[in-house]
């Protein structure tokens, strides 16, 4: 009377299936950024190692672009595929009005000002020494590298100047 039929899931309507798949997206999505990255450190790195150390310190300052928070704010808002070309991965010395001092998952962040109340500039620093001297409301210097825009423009691994 009651036949016992059991029906099988196709193997792709398995929840675990689809779990699978999305890890394999994430993590090659995740290795294509970092291939760029790398690209750009070994170039780099390649066209230095032939001149001494004290050599390639010199060229690296004389490269530095010099940027207030609201003309590098103004840069990536006007347009950000132009402004990565000119500050991406290149040294930058910033200066400008401290918004916020903060600490997140380990890494110290100095939020300068920049144009409008949401405008602003975000510098991860390198170390948290002299983080605790700064304070709201006073201008600072930081030098990193430019790191475009997520969200808003930011700068990696700053220094306080």
């Given at each position: 009377m009651g036949a016992d039929i059991s029906t099988k899931k196709p193997?792709?309507?398995?929840?675990?299936?689809?779990?699978?798949?999305?890890?394999?997206?994430?993590?090659?999505?995740?290795?294509?950024?970092?291939?760029?990255?790398?690209?750009?450190?070994?170039?780099?790195?390649?066209?230095?190692?032939?001149?001494s150390s004290t050599a390639s310190e010199k060229p690296k300052e004389a490269s530095t672009i010099k940027v207030t928070?609201?003309?590098?704010?103004?840069?990536?808002?006007?347009?950000?595929?132009?402004?990565?070309?000119?500050?991406?991965?290149?040294?930058?010395?910033?200066?400008?009005?401290?918004?916020?001092?903060?600490?997140?998952?380990?890494?110290?962040y100095i939020t300068l000002k920049a144009a409008d109340m949401f405008g602003q500039v975000r510098c991860a620093l390198e170390d948290e020494s002299g983080a605790a001297s700064i304070s709201k409301g006073s201008v600072v210097t930081l030098i990193g590298t430019g790191d475009g825009k997520m969200g808003y423009p930011n700068v990696a691994d700053c220094k306080i100047k």
């Open positions: 193997f792709y309507k398995k929840w675990w299936v689809w779990l699978i798949v999305a890890i394999v997206v994430i993590g090659i999505a995740s290795q294509s950024g970092k291939k760029d990255s790398a690209t750009g450190e070994a170039t780099a790195q390649s066209s230095t190692s032939g001149s928070a609201q003309a590098y704010y103004e840069a990536y808002d006007g347009n950000e595929v132009a402004a990565d070309g000119k500050f991406k991965d290149k040294l930058i010395e910033i200066t400008g009005e401290v918004e916020s001092v903060e600490k997140t998952l380990g890494t110290v």
